[in-house]
């Protein structure tokens, strides 16, 4: 039964009128979260004989946070642009462009919808993307483009996982410091991190952002393995590899809203 998951639909009535959320029930799991993803979607993720009554009772006893961070969440996506057929996408330095068509499901398990045309390929039950030369290629398994943008996310992980820590590798070798392990997040307000064991975490939306300021990143989390800080000696160190590191961190705080993620 481990790794069981099961997942329904269900309302509750807070202050200010009802709010759909989605229970996730998996066999195994311990602790109950709400959560708020990017494009406002509300949702408990719990153990697996956790009841819909639980969860609703639940939400209500946070009422208050779910609807600042429903707002938070909506604010966020209103700033977002567009993504659809024919947007323009940066990958690291590339400019390419998406281009998005609808198949059954069905379709999406021929021989020839499985073929892989280089770099990295992405198959879910919403649909699947490919990227061929400077065009994307999203296939949704259904007319609706609700789970694009989801769908997207799974292709960008994957993207950041196999370009980012290669060239953290490259930083690593320059500065003579070395993570224990690396990892691809999502965090919402950080860019990547660094634990006191050595651990690197990289932010995978560094993949929406030109090489220059993503290496300001990676070259960031490294020299926090030498300074825990951000004393004058650890900028010494960033500057040492990147003297224009102050204008590359301004430059990234600026893109960081202007992001389609």
């Known amino acids: 039964m481990a790794g069981r998951s099961r997942v329904r639909t269900a309302t509750v009535r807070l202050p200010g009128g009802e709010i759909e959320y989605q229970l996730h029930c998996v066999a195994g799991r311990r602790h109950v979260h ?12 719990a153990p697996w004989r956790f ?7 639940l939400v209500r006893s946070h009422a208050h946070w779910v609807r600042e961070t429903l707002d938070r969440a909506a604010a966020r996506s209103r700033l977002r642009p567009a993504l659809g057929d024919g947007t323009r996408l940066r990958i690291l330095d590339d400019l390419v462009e998406l281009r998005v068509r609808h198949a059954p499901q069905r379709a999406l398990s021929t021989p020839a919808a499985r073929r892989r045309v280089g770099g990295v390929t992405v198959r879910t039950d919403d649909g699947s993307v490919e990227r061929r030369g400077d065009v994307l290629h999203a296939v949704l398994s259904s007319a609706s483009t609700e ?10 992980r994957r993207e950041a996982a196999r370009q980012l820590p290669p060239r953290l590798d490259q930083h690593a070798r320059r500065l003579g410091l070395w993570p224990t392990r690396v990892s691809i997040r999502g965090q919402r307000t950080r860019w990547g991190s660094c634990s006191e064991r050595g651990q690197v975490s990289l932010n995978w939306r560094l993949v929406l952002v030109p090489w220059e300021l993503a ?18 000696r650890f900028w010494r160190l960033v500057e040492s590899v990147l003297p224009d590191a102050a204008a590359r961190r301004e430059r990234l705080r600026a893109l960081q809203s202007a992001l389609p993620f």
């Open 51 to 57: 009841s819909e009554s639980e969860a609703s009772a």
């Open 215 to 232: 290496d300001y990143v990676l070259v960031h989390e490294l020299c926090h393995l030498r300074h825990m800080d951000h004393s004058r």
């Open 147 to 156: 789970r694009l943008r989801p769908l997207l996310e799974v292709w960008g």
């Open 34 to 45: 709400i959560v708020v993803d990017d494009d406002g979607r509300l949702a408990v993720r």
